[in-house]
C-alpha cells in the first residue's frame, strides 16, 4: 500500500467515527515562548486541553507536521543512526476534547490496526501505566480492562512514568498512556527471543508506533498535578513507522516515503545506499534533514543565527558536514533534492510546491556559506596540527575552532584520528560546559503558577476600537529572571492592549490604581490563547476594577507603519513582480521593517518608484475597510493572499485599502492620508532570495527631513551661505584637485633641483661616486631621484636618509657595473646600516631599502655608508 493510501485511509476511517478532519498547522510555532517547533500532534490544541479556549469540534483528526530537535523531545541525535527515529515527520492523531475517553479510543485503534490495515495481531503489544508512588498516581486498571477485550493478558505489559505517563513539557497538560507496539522481526527470530521482552527496549524492530494519551492532569510549576477540568484522548501515531509496518520493510528510510529521496542522493553523490554503513547513516541524515530544513522554510523559518532559525541553520549543517565527510561531497547538493521532495510531499503539503524556490535558493546559500566555513577551518585545524608538539591536541584550540570558527568538533576528531593524533576530549567538554552554564545562567527564567481569579476562559479583544477600558484582573503570575528582574503577567477578562504577533510590537501602556499612581505595562504578548501584559509590579487590590490605557502616541505611528507595509507589499508587487512574496515583517512605532523574495538588489529608480507608489496611495486618501472573523474563503475572494500558518478553527481579519487586501490582525491607520509621507531608509540581502527593506512614516519621516535640512544648513554656514551650494561644493573640489596638481608638480621641480645640487655633492673615493646624505622628501621622491642620479653619474654609491612621521629610512643605489666589478651590494649595504636606525630592510644589489624606529641613528648610518667602499 503507497504510502498517500495509508495517510487516506487513517483520516477516512477516524471521519466515519464523526471525527472533524482538519489540515496539520504550521510546524514552526509564533505565539509560544515555551516551544519552538510543534514536536507531537497535540501541541497545535493546548488551549483545549487547557480549558483557555472553547471547543468547536469535539472530536478531530488530522496528521501534524512535528520537529523533535530541541527541548524535552529532542531525537536528533538518534537520527540517521537508528531507522525509526526522524527529525521531521507526520504524527498522524485523533483527538477529544472532553468527549469520547479511554473505552473509544482504544477499541477504535484496534479496530483501525487489525481491521482496516490488517495487521496481524500477533505482532502487537500494548503498554498500560503502572502507576507512580511520587505523584500519587495509581495503576491504570481502566485501560487494562479495556485492551483485554481484545488482545491477550500476557501481551499487556505494564509502563513506568517515563513511557507511560505523557507530558509535554515541566509543565503544562499530562496523563497516563497507553502505547501499542509492533514486532516485525522474522519468524526465525521470533523465535529465539520473545518480543515481549523486547519492547521499549530501543530495537529497531520492535518499536512503538501509536501512544494513545488519556489526558487529565495538569502539571503546575511547583511539579504537583492537578486534575482538568475534563477528560481528553490525544493519540499520535507515527506515519513513518506505520508506512514501515504495511509495507513490510525494515527500515522507514525502506519505505516510499523516503525512497524517492535516497535514489536522488544516490545519483547526485554516486554513492550506493546499503552497501557501507558509514555511507548509509548519510544518506539516511540527508534524506531526513532536507525534510526539516524545506517545511521549516515553508512554514516561514529562516535558517539563521538565533532561536529557531538557528536549529534549522544547525540541522542543515549536520546535513552539509555528513555528506562532505561521508559522500564526498564538496559543493552544494542538498537544494537539488528540494525538487523530489516537492514532487512527493506537494499534493498534501501544497506550501512545499508555492515554496519551492526560496527553498531551494536558502539552502543552496547555506551550503555554500557553510562549505566555505568547513575549508576555513581545516586550514585552520592544519596550523593548529604543526604547532602542536606530541600526538594530542588542546582541547581549548580545538573549542576555538568551534565556537569561533562553527566547524564542528566531530569533523576535528575524525580528521586528528585520520592523521594519527588525538584531541583532548576531557578539555574541550571542560570548556563547552563553562559556556554552557554561562549562557544557561543568563537565560533562567521562573514561571510562577498563574494565580487564578476569574475563572473565564476567553479574553475579550478591544482594542480595534478603544485604547480604554475598566477591566478586571482574571489571573496574573509573577516571573523572575536576571536579565530582566521581577515582572508580573497579567490576563484581565477584556483589554485594548495589542499583544505582540503579525511583526507588529506588544502595546505599552499603563493601569491606573488608587489616587492617580499608575503601574506601567512595559509590553504586551500573547501566550497561545492568552493576552498577557507585562507590568513591573502588581496592583495592591487584585480584585478591583482598574482603568487601563494604551499609549496612544506609540500606537497611533505603529499603525502607520503597519499601514504603509501593506501598501509597500502592494508597491513591490507592482514594481518588481508578482514573484514578490512577505517573509517577514516587523512593525515598530519609530520604523518598519519589510522582507520579502526577490532576486536583485533593487535599483534607484525601483526604490524610487516603490516610494511614489506608497505616497500617491497615502495622498489619495484611502479609507480603511475591515472585516473581523470571516472564514479564510471570503477572504481570498475579496483578494487577500493566501498564507500558510494559519490554525485550524481560525477565522480571519481581512484589512483593505483599496487594491490591498492582506489577512492581518495588526492595528491600522483610518485614512491613508493619516500615514502623512513614507520614506525608505535602507535596502539589503538578508538571504539567499531575500531582501529587507527599512522604512519611516509619519513623524518620523518628519524628524528625518529636518535632521537632512539642519545638515545642509549647517554646510551652507561653513560655506558662507552661496547662493548655490551644490555648486560651491563642486567649485571647491575642482579647486583642490587643480591645488593637488600644482603640489606635484612643485615637488618634481624640487626633486630636479635637488639632483643638480646633488650632482656637485658626489665625491670621488677610490673611482667610485661617493654620497651619503640625508633629505627631505618622501620615499617614492627617493626612489625617482637615486635612478636619476644614477643615470647622469656613473660609478654611483649612494646613500639616502629620510624621516617620516617618527620612523627613519635608508635608501642604497649603487650602479651595476660596481655591482659586478667590486662585489657591492645594496642589499647587505642597508641591513648592516639598518642596525643604526634599529630596523632592517633588504632589496636587491642595485637598489635596496631599509626601515626603523630610530630616526636619531640616520647621521650615524650615513657617516658609517662610507666604510662599505673604502
Ligand atoms: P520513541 O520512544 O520511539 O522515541 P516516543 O515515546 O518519543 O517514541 P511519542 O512521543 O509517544 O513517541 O509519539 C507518538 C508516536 O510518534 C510514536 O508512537 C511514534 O510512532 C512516533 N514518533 C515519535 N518520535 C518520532 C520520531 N522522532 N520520528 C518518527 N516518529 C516518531
Ligand atoms: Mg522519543
Given at each position: 500500500?503507497?504510502?498517500?493510501?495509508?495517510?487516506?485511509?487513517?483520516?477516512?476511517?477516524?471521519?466515519?467515527?464523526?471525527?472533524?478532519?482538519?489540515p496539520?498547522?504550521?510546524?514552526?510555532?509564533?505565539?509560544?515562548?515555551t516551544?519552538?517547533?510543534?514536536?507531537?500532534?497535540?501541541?497545535?490544541?493546548?488551549?483545549?486541553?487547557?480549558g483557555q479556549?472553547?471547543?468547536?469540534?469535539?472530536?478531530?483528526?488530522?496528521?501534524?507536521k512535528?520537529?523533535?530537535?530541541?527541548g524535552?523531545?529532542?531525537?536528533?541525535?538518534?537520527?540517521?543512526?537508528?531507522?525509526?527515529?526522524?527529525?521531521?515527520?507526520?504524527m498522524?492523531?485523533?483527538?477529544?476534547?472532553?468527549?469520547?475517553f479511554?473505552?473509544?479510543?482504544?477499541?477504535?485503534?484496534?479496530e483501525?490496526?487489525?481491521?482496516?490495515?490488517?495487521?496481524?495481531?500477533?505482532?502487537?503489544y500494548?503498554?498500560?501505566?503502572?502507576?507512580a508512588?511520587?505523584?500519587?498516581?495509581a495503576?491504570?486498571?481502566?485501560?487494562?480492562?479495556?485492551?483485554?477485550?481484545?488482545?491477550?493478558?500476557?501481551?499487556?505489559?505494564?509502563?513506568?512514568?517515563?513511557?507511560?505517563?505523557?507530558?509535554?513539557?515541566?509543565?503544562?497538560?499530562c496523563g497516563?498512556?497507553?502505547?501499542?507496539?509492533v514486532?516485525?522481526?522474522?519468524?526465525?527470530?521470533k523465535?529465539?527471543?520473545?518480543?515481549?521482552?523486547?519492547?521499549?527496549?530501543?530495537?529497531?524492530?520492535?518499536?512503538?508506533?501509536?501512544?494513545?494519551v488519556?489526558?487529565?492532569f495538569?502539571?503546575?510549576a511547583?511539579?504537583?498535578?492537578?486534575?482538568?477540568?475534563?477528560?481528553?484522548?490525544?493519540?499520535?501515531?507515527?506515519?513513518?513507522?506505520?508506512?514501515?509496518?504495511?509495507?513490510?520493510?525494515?527500515?522507514?528510510?525502506?519505505?516510499d516515503?523516503?525512497?524517492?529521496?535516497?535514489?536522488?542522493?544516490?545519483t547526485?553523490?554516486?554513492?550506493?545506499?546499503?552497501?557501507?554503513?558509514?555511507?548509509?547513516?548519510?544518506?539516511?541524515?540527508?534524506?531526513?534533514?532536507?525534510?526539516?530544513?524545506?517545511?521549516?522554510?515553508?512554514?516561514?523559518?529562516?535558517?539563521?543565527?538565533?532561536?529557531?532559525?538557528?536549529?534549522?541553520?544547525?540541522?542543515?549543517?549536520?546535513?552539509i558536514r555528513?555528506?562532505?565527510?561521508?559522500?564526498?561531497?564538496?559543493?552544494?547538493?542538498?537544494?537539488?533534492?528540494?525538487?523530489?521532495?516537492s514532487?512527493?510531499?506537494?499534493?498534501?503539503?501544497?506550501?512545499?510546491?508555492?515554496?519551492?524556490?526560496?527553498?531551494t535558493?536558502?539552502?543552496?546559500?547555506?551550503?555554500?556559506?557553510?562549505?566555505?566555513?568547513l575549508?576555513?577551518?581545516?586550514?585552520?585545524?592544519?596550523?593548529?596540527?604543526?604547532n602542536?608538539h606530541?600526538?594530542?591536541?588542546?582541547?581549548?584550540?580545538?573549542?576555538?575552532?568551534?565556537?569561533?570558527?562553527?566547524?564542528?568538533i566531530?569533523?576535528t576528531?575524525?580528521?586528528?584520528?585520520?592523521?594519527?593524533?588525538?584531541?583532548?576530549?576531557?578539555?574541550f567538554?571542560?570548556?563547552?560546559?563553562k559556556?554552557?552554564s554561562?549562557?544557561?545562567?543568563?537565560?533562567?527564567?521562573?514561571?510562577?503558577?498563574?494565580?487564578?481569579?476569574?475563572?473565564?476562559?476567553e479574553?475579550?479583544?478591544?482594542?480595534?476600537?478603544?485604547?480604554?477600558?475598566?477591566?478586571?484582573?482574571?489571573?496574573?503570575?509573577?516571573?523572575?529572571?536576571?536579565?530582566?528582574?521581577?515582572?508580573?503577567?497579567?490576563?484581565?477578562?477584556?483589554?485594548?492592549?495589542?499583544?505582540?504577533?503579525?511583526g507588529?510590537?506588544?502595546?505599552?501602556?499603563?493601569?491606573?490604581?488608587?489616587?492617580?499612581?499608575?503601574?506601567?505595562?512595559?509590553?504586551?504578548?500573547k501566550e497561545?490563547?492568552?493576552?498577557?501584559?507585562?507590568?513591573?509590579?502588581?496592583?495592591?487590590?487584585?480584585?478591583?476594577?482598574?482603568?487601563?490605557?494604551?499609549?496612544?502616541?506609540?500606537?497611533?505611528?505603529?499603525?502607520?507603519?503597519?499601514?504603509?507595509?501593506?501598501?509597500?507589499?502592494?508597491?513591490?508587487?507592482?514594481?518588481?513582480?508578482?514573484?514578490?512574496e512577505q517573509?517577514?515583517?516587523?512593525?515598530?512605532?519609530?520604523?518598519?521593517?519589510?522582507?520579502?523574495?526577490?532576486?536583485?538588489?533593487?535599483?534607484?529608480d525601483?526604490?524610487?518608484?516603490?516610494?511614489?507608489?506608497?505616497?500617491?496611495?497615502?495622498?489619495?486618501?484611502?479609507?480603511?475597510?475591515?472585516?473581523?472573523?470571516?472564514?479564510?474563503?471570503?477572504?481570498?475572494?475579496?483578494?487577500?493572499?493566501?498564507?500558510?500558518?494559519?490554525?485550524?478553527?481560525?477565522t480571519?481579519?481581512?484589512?483593505?485599502?483599496?487594491?490591498?487586501?492582506?489577512?492581518?490582525?495588526?492595528?491600522?491607520?483610518?485614512?491613508?492620508?493619516?500615514?502623512?509621507?513614507?520614506?525608505?531608509?535602507?535596502?539589503?540581502?538578508?538571504?539567499?532570495?531575500?531582501?529587507?527593506?527599512?522604512?519611516?512614516?509619519?513623524?518620523?519621516?518628519?524628524d528625518?527631513?529636518?535632521?537632512n535640512?539642519?545638515?545642509?544648513?549647517?554646510?551652507?554656514?561653513?560655506?558662507?551661505?552661496?547662493k548655490?551650494?551644490?555648486?560651491?561644493i563642486?567649485?571647491?573640489?575642482?579647486?583642490?584637485?587643480?591645488?593637488?596638481?600644482q603640489?606635484?608638480?612643485?615637488?618634481?621641480?624640487?626633486?630636479?633641483?635637488l639632483?643638480?645640487?646633488?650632482?656637485?655633492?658626489?665625491?670621488?673615493?677610490?673611482?667610485?661616486?661617493?654620497?651619503?646624505?640625508?633629505?627631505?622628501?618622501?620615499?617614492?621622491?627617493?626612489?625617482?631621484?637615486?635612478?636619476?642620479?644614477?643615470?647622469?653619474?656613473?660609478?654611483?654609491?649612494?646613500?639616502?636618509?629620510?624621516?617620516?612621521?617618527?620612523?627613519?629610512?635608508?635608501?642604497?643605489?649603487?650602479?651595476?657595473?660596481?655591482?659586478?666589478?667590486?662585489?657591492?651590494?645594496?642589499?647587505?649595504?642597508?641591513?648592516?646600516?639598518?642596525?643604526?636606525?634599529?630596523?632592517?630592510?633588504?632589496?636587491?644589489?642595485?637598489?635596496?631599502?631599509?626601515?626603523?624606529?630610530?630616526?636619531?641613528?640616520?647621521e650615524?648610518?650615513?657617516?658609517?655608508?662610507?666604510?662599505?667602499?673604502?
Open positions: 500500500m503507497k504510502s498517500q493510501q495509508i495517510r487516506k485511509q487513517f483520516l477516512d476511517f477516524f471521519a466515519s467515527k464523526k471525527h472533524t478532519i482538519v496539520s498547522s504550521p510546524m514552526v510555532l509564533k505565539n509560544d515562548p516551544l519552538m517547533f510543534t514536536n507531537a500532534g497535540m501541541v497545535p490544541f493546548k488551549e483545549y486541553f487547557l479556549k472553547t471547543v468547536v469540534d469535539k472530536r478531530i483528526a488530522d496528521t501534524q512535528c520537529l523533535r530537535v530541541s524535552k523531545h529532542n531525537d536528533l541525535e538518534e537520527v540517521g543512526k537508528d531507522t525509526y527515529h526522524h527529525t521531521m515527520f507526520e498522524l492523531g485523533n483527538w477529544s476534547f472532553g468527549d469520547y479511554k473505552k473509544e479510543a482504544i477499541a477504535w485503534a484496534w483501525l490496526l487489525t481491521e482496516v490495515y490488517k495487521i496481524d495481531k500477533d505482532c502487537l500494548v503498554t498500560v501505566f503502572e502507576g508512588e511520587d505523584d500519587n498516581l495503576y491504570d486498571q481502566e485501560a487494562f480492562d479495556f485492551w483485554k477485550q481484545y488482545i491477550d493478558e500476557d501481551r499487556i505489559i505494564n509502563g513506568n512514568k517515563k513511557d507511560n505517563f505523557w507530558e509535554m513539557g515541566s509543565q503544562g497538560p497516563p498512556c497507553s502505547e501499542i507496539h514486532d516485525i522481526r522474522s519468524a526465525e527470530e523465535a529465539k527471543v520473545a518480543g515481549k521482552s523486547l519492547v521499549n527496549q530501543d530495537h529497531p524492530q520492535v518499536v512503538e508506533i501509536w501512544n494513545l488519556f489526558m487529565e495538569n502539571r503546575k511547583d511539579g504537583s498535578l492537578e486534575k482538568l477540568p475534563a477528560q481528553h484522548v490525544d493519540t499520535g501515531m507515527g506515519f513513518e513507522r506505520l508506512c514501515m509496518v504495511l509495507q513490510n520493510k525494515q527500515s522507514n528510510y525502506d519505505t516515503v523516503f525512497t524517492p529521496l535516497i535514489r536522488e542522493i544516490e547526485i553523490t554516486d554513492n550506493e545506499y546499503g552497501t557501507n554503513e558509514k555511507i548509509d547513516i548519510a544518506i539516511r541524515v540527508i534524506a531526513d534533514h532536507v525534510r526539516a530544513v524545506a517545511f521549516a522554510i515553508a512554514d516561514g523559518q529562516l535558517p539563521s543565527n538565533t532561536g529557531a532559525g538557528y536549529v534549522i541553520r544547525r540541522i542543515l549543517r549536520r546535513a555528513y555528506g562532505f565527510t561521508f559522500l564526498n561531497t564538496k559543493e552544494p547538493f542538498i537544494y537539488k533534492l528540494v525538487t523530489t521532495l514532487k512527493q510531499m506537494g499534493e498534501n503539503f501544497s506550501e512545499l510546491k508555492a515554496q519551492k524556490q526560496l527553498i535558493n536558502v539552502i543552496k546559500e547555506e551550503e555554500n556559506s557553510f562549505l566555505r566555513t575549508d576555513q577551518g581545516l586550514v585552520l585545524l592544519d596550523g593548529i596540527i604543526k602542536t606530541g600526538k594530542e591536541v588542546s582541547g581549548k584550540k580545538a573549542f576555538e575552532l568551534f565556537d569561533t570558527y562553527g566547524f564542528p566531530d569533523l576528531a575524525l580528521i586528528l584520528s585520520e592523521k594519527g593524533m588525538t584531541l583532548n576530549e576531557e578539555e567538554s571542560t570548556e563547552l560546559e559556556q554552557k554561562r549562557s544557561r545562567a543568563a537565560a533562567v527564567v521562573e514561571t510562577d503558577d498563574w494565580v487564578i481569579l476569574d475563572d473565564d476562559p479574553e475579550e479583544f478591544i482594542g480595534y476600537d478603544t485604547l480604554e477600558a475598566k477591566v478586571k484582573i482574571t489571573r496574573y503570575r509573577k516571573v523572575s529572571s536576571k536579565k530582566e528582574g521581577n515582572l508580573y503577567q497579567l490576563v484581565f477578562n477584556m483589554t485594548p492592549f495589542y499583544p505582540e504577533g503579525g507588529q510590537v506588544g502595546d505599552k501602556g499603563y493601569i491606573e490604581v488608587s489616587n492617580g499612581n499608575v503601574i506601567y505595562i512595559v509590553d504586551t504578548k497561545n490563547n492568552l493576552i498577557i501584559h507585562f507590568a513591573k509590579s502588581l496592583p495592591k487590590d487584585t480584585s478591583q476594577i482598574l482603568k487601563v490605557a494604551v499609549d496612544e502616541k506609540q500606537r497611533f505611528r505603529t499603525a502607520c507603519n503597519h499601514s504603509a507595509t501593506h501598501l509597500l507589499h502592494q508597491a513591490l508587487r507592482e514594481v518588481l513582480g508578482e514573484h514578490v517573509k517577514g515583517s516587523a512593525v515598530h512605532s519609530k520604523n518598519l521593517r519589510f522582507d520579502f523574495s526577490h532576486f536583485a538588489k533593487l535599483t534607484v525601483e526604490l524610487r518608484d516603490v516610494e511614489d507608489f506608497v505616497n500617491a496611495r497615502i495622498d489619495s486618501k484611502i479609507p480603511l475597510k475591515e472585516f473581523r472573523n470571516i472564514p479564510m474563503e471570503t477572504a481570498k475572494e475579496k483578494g487577500a493572499m493566501a498564507l500558510f500558518g494559519e490554525k485550524y478553527g481560525d480571519v481579519r481581512a484589512i483593505q485599502f483599496g487594491q490591498s487586501v492582506e489577512l492581518c490582525g495588526g492595528t491600522h491607520v483610518q485614512n491613508t492620508s493619516d500615514i502623512w509621507h513614507f520614506k525608505i531608509t535602507s535596502e539589503s540581502a538578508i538571504a539567499a532570495g531575500v531582501r529587507r527593506i527599512e522604512a519611516i512614516t509619519s513623524d518620523a519621516t518628519k528625518f527631513y529636518f535632521e535640512n539642519r545638515a545642509f544648513f549647517e554646510i551652507k554656514d561653513i560655506l558662507k551661505n552661496p548655490n551650494p551644490l555648486k560651491a563642486l567649485d571647491l573640489q575642482e579647486e583642490n584637485t587643480v591645488l593637488k596638481k603640489i606635484e608638480t612643485l615637488l618634481k621641480d624640487k626633486a630636479k633641483n639632483k643638480s645640487d646633488l650632482i656637485q655633492e658626489v665625491k670621488p673615493i677610490n673611482g667610485i661616486n661617493f654620497l651619503a646624505k640625508k633629505l627631505d622628501l618622501d620615499q617614492n621622491n627617493v626612489k625617482d631621484l637615486a635612478f636619476d642620479l644614477g643615470n647622469a653619474t656613473d660609478n654611483l654609491f649612494l646613500v639616502v636618509g629620510t624621516e617620516k612621521d617618527g620612523k627613519a629610512f635608508l635608501t642604497c643605489f649603487i650602479s651595476k657595473n660596481l655591482v659586478e666589478e667590486k662585489q657591492l651590494n645594496a642589499g647587505l649595504v642597508v641591513r648592516e646600516l639598518g642596525k643604526l636606525i634599529q630596523g632592517g630592510g633588504g632589496g636587491q644589489p642595485f637598489y635596496a631599502t631599509a626601515g626603523g624606529k630610530n630616526p636619531a641613528g640616520i650615524n648610518a650615513l657617516k658609517e655608508a662610507e666604510k662599505f667602499i673604502l
